[in-house]
């Protein structure tokens, strides 16, 4: 396949795109530092690392008509999230005066202004933004709080938010309330502006700032507006959102199976359960905008049933799981290679009296899939009263049943369950037979949960994933052939995969009947050179992420880690890993470029 330029979205011509291209290694060296030949081509990037331009523009026009030059301003779907972004940047800036502080950080929460004639599709929809409105030199801290937590908007939210905003139907709440007159109109195409001399009304410079111009819409926008409804509401019947959902939560559950999608009541009711559960039912599945924020709201549902004790970090984590549970509440115990000696370190905590919240483990491990001994952390977890956390993303709800260990059990449906790359999901799924079941659905009914994942995405989400478990089928089967490929080459010193890992008992004490071993593998080259070498000539698509119909590698501990690579060795993590998203590419086409990458790798000459 040709190679796909550098900084181009992944798939290309893609706009919500969630990967994007780094087609050499020193392409992700030169992103990791910032390089200009790599930021400035690059038009998409990995969510929460990379605030999306739809994002991007919206949050200049809020800053713009509510901050003070040199502001900038962060959006979130709810005002809870907008003030948990607001509590957390407060904390980490609290070396400045109190009342410097809170001159320069606030919340502005946008709704739709019910005062005007609106459509009842948007009633229904009933869009909201905050923003949080921060001086430009606090970005890093908001950044922190956006990538670890997952509450961002998303790209789509965005996109259909602004035409809103630009167009005087999502206003300043405060000023919905009072209908005070705009002191000036957004910023934004000036062919939406209304003048003081057309008829606009100037406050003081006391009163609060408003975005939205009068009811007066000059008819170009209008027509604007009007497609905007038209294009919307062909794809967006909300009926249909709601049927959605319900699909995308049975299909985790495990009683939706084949390619039915959500019109397909037959199947819809079915009573087999993949997960062997028949207590469990789609309303234990809570959907989420996207993976982390599903791990970020299990950890806050944790806190608040359980109480403030340090939770488990199990195995090389994932690098923001580690940060919400570092940051996030009273901290962590960190247990780096998920072994058994690591958890007989841990049992003889648990014995001389110490108490903790939960452990949170992935299942595999990224990127040594690693897989944890689960059965003795269950009755660890029974034994000592914590609750266990397994993200399964990796290993993937059609190859493994992790649920009958876990507590919760948590997903990045952007992945494989998507497959499309074109839309960012999460879930939790709770164990209707875990001890902490009762609390829990209390605490994510009553104080946790919000509906926030934006109804486009949904949509999106729904119909990426109908043919899921046969992509996971064929995925599987690719993913082995080039195990066998890289297993027997000279230059290749170790591939890592649950297949042939020494945690391999583990795996299989989980594995389904018609599992497999997933589509992740990493490798790790006798030489850097040759890791170098056989990334470079990979023709395949090269860019953050995992899960993809299409196969795509990445340099990951560099991408992950590139700031902490020595800390990354002392668990064995080598920092010229190649990691390989394999993909549903015809088994022999992808054996070829395999072939010819490692040829690559043996040209290399070493001295």
Known sequence: MPVIPLGESIPQDTAHAVSVSLPTWQANIG????QDWVTSRMVTGYPRFFVHKSIDA?????????????QRAMLFATASAARRCLDFMRQRLSGQSSGQLSGQLSVVDLALDTSKDISPLLKQLSPTISGVIFPQESFPVAKQYWQHTGDGVSSRRAEFSHELFKHGQLVAVKEQQSHTPPEKLIRGPKRYSRTAAAGGTHTNSSEAKAVAPSSEIPEEANESFRFLEERFGRNLDLTQVAKAKSAIRRRIAGSLSGEADMNDEAKLDAKSNSRGMESLDETDVLLYP??????FNA????????GAYKSISFGFPY???LKIIQKFGPGCVFYGHASSEELDDLERLLKDGQRFLALFVEFPGNPL???????????????????????????????VNVLQYADIVV???????SGGSNVMGGCTVLNPEGRHYHPLKKAFEEQIYENTYWPEDILFMERNSRDFANRVKRINTNAEAICEILRVNSTVKDVYYPKYNPSKPNYEAVRLPDGGYGGLLSIVFTHPQQAQEFYDHMDTAKGPSLGTNFTLCSPYVLLAHYQELDWAAQYGVDPDLVRVSVGLEETEELQQLFQKALAAAEAVSIA
């Open 31 to 34: 992103y990791e530092e910032g």
């Open 58 to 70: 919206f949050a200049r026009d809020v800053a713009a008509a509510f901050g003070r030059p040199g």
């Open 290 to 295: 996207c993976g982390m924020n599903a791990i």
């Open 299 to 306: 950890h806050r549902a944790l806190l608040a049933t359980l």
């Open 319 to 321: 690098v923001d799981t």
């Open 369 to 399: 899939l690693t897989c944890p001994d689960l059965k003795r952390i269950r009755k660890l977890a029974d034994e000592f009263n914590f609750a266990v956390v397994v993200d399964e993303t990796i290993g993937t709800f059609a190859n």
């Open 411 to 417: 997903s990045s449906l952007t992945k494989i369950f």
